[in-house]
Nanobody
């Protein structure tokens, strides 16, 4: 069982930056066994893939819409994953969720393959 909690959201002007954090606690497998993904959901839209990082931090995958602006990192000893978001745009406005999974890397963009989810953090980008 893994519990996840996001923080770092807020209101920022277009072109600004935010760093989201995902804190994990695990009562079963150690956190380092899990890949972690970030997803977002804007009002009236479906939840979509943003980025994912493999369990060892070596593999990082990004949606085309955020590539070059968002950067993932993780610290397994601290049970933390970070999403650095730069050059934010109004279309980045959404609730951002982190999620954990043990599925194969090729499925990391598929939200249905994630076992555990955080409660989400709101990111609002003003134009």
């Amino acid at each position: 069982q893994v519990q996840l909690g996001e923080s770092g959201g807020g209101l920022v002007q277009a072109g600004g930056s935010l760093r989201l954090s995902c804190a994990a606690s695990s009562s079963g497998r150690p956190f380092r066994h899990y890949h972690v993904g970030w997803f977002r959901q804007a009002p009236g839209k479906e939840r979509e893939f943003v980025a994912a990082i493999t369990r060892d931090g070596a593999g990082k995958y990004y949606a085309d819409s955020v590539k070059g602006r968002f950067t993932l990192s993780r610290s397994n000893p601290e049970n933390m994953v970070y999403l650095q978001m730069n050059n934010l745009k109004p279309e980045d406005t959404a609730v951002y969720y982190c999620a954990a999974t043990t599925v194969v890397i090729s499925s990391l963009a598929d939200l249905t393959r994630y076992h555990y989810w955080g409660q989400g953090t709101q990111v609002t980008v003003a134009s």
